[in-house]
């Protein structure tokens, strides 16, 4: 019979191997790149207990199958968010995927296209919505600033005010070749009481916005994001930042390009509490303190 130390090397190098395959899909080659330390890299199942509940927050979190035509992928949002307020009133924030208002990997004259102003008509209109339901919305989309398109997350609050604006830090091989900018910023606001976070995908491997949002005392990742990867054994970015993290993402094939609709939300331990995959989707989850 394997000795049982050799089987838990073996385990750990798979998980080191997984980690690694993961991490290469979603982020691109920079200076800023953080590294794995070992307590994350084990994935050892930590559990995540709370005496007392001082705070929670009821998310709904979305995959989306978007169309190539921006107008087909704004009416599916807000046909979205009236079916899930339909379905469960109790929902406080409704969470969706990158550039979400288009399709992802695409050639900078398209981009150009689908961009939009912060403010504009888009987010007037989700501000209307955001009103209607008495929700926050989390939402992805190419934002035209000046000479910029930047790959950006914005959050609006209940009475219909953008309270937070994040531009994409740690740009992917495809951010760059769609034409988007980078911007080092950082945007900490605050939801029910908690302290969230927002990143755009690759910027969770950041290693400046990491540390700023672990010295700010994050207890949420407001993240989103267009990836193809599977259901991860833990979620190293939860762990590595002692925060929930909300996991929105995109599904189906775009041009080629395969997304796989994975959705979750993970405690600050790292384990994954509830996820779909698979397809079009979303799933609802409180989230405690």
């Known amino acids: 019979m394997m000795d049982k130390r050799i089987k838990h090397t073996l385990n750990l190098m798979n998980q080191l191997f997984l980690l690694f395959n993961t ?8 200076d800023d790149y953080l590294t794995i330390n070992a307590f994350e890299a084990e994935g050892t199942t930590v ?32 046909k979205k968010i009236d079916f899930l307020m339909a379905s469960d009133p109790e929902v406080e924030i409704i969470c969706f995927g990158e550039a979400i ?14 961009a939009e102003t912060i403010p504009g008509n888009f987010t007037d209109s989700l501000a209307f919505y955001a009103k209607k339901h008495a929700i926050y919305i989390s939402i992805g989309l190419a934002e035209r600033a000046g000479d910029h398109i930047y790959n950006s997350l914005i959050v609006i609050n209940p009475g219909g005010e953008i309270i937070g604006i994040h531009r994409k830090n740690t740009l992917t091989s495809e951010d760059k070749k769609s034409g988007y900018s980078s911007l080092q910023n950082a945007n900490v606001i605050s939801i029910n009481g908690f302290k969230a976070g927002l990143m755009i995908c690759a910027d969770v491997n950041g290693r400046w916005l990491t540390e700023k949002y672990i010295d700010e005392g994050i207890e949420i990742i407001i993240s989103a994001f267009a990836s193809p990867i599977g259901l991860p054994s833990f979620n190293i970015i939860s762990r590595r930042m002692n925060a929930w993290q909300i996991f929105p993402n ?4 775009e041009d080629g390009e395969e997304y796989s609709g994975l959705i979750y939300i993970s405690d600050p331990a790292g384990n994954i509490v509830k996820y779909n995959s698979g397809s079009e989707s979303y799933l609802t989850y409180t989230i405690l303190k």
């Open 250 to 253: 995109r599904f189906g094939n």
């Open 47 to 78: 559990n995540y207990n709370l005496p007392d509940t001082s705070a929670t927050l009821k998310v709904a979190v979305v995959s989306v199958q978007c169309s190539k035509y921006k107008i087909d992928n704004i009416e599916k949002i807000y």
């Open 23 to 30: 991490l290469i899909t979603i982020t691109s080659c920079e």
């Open 101 to 114: 208002t288009g399709w992802y990997a695409e050639a900078p004259s398209y981009l150009s296209e689908i």
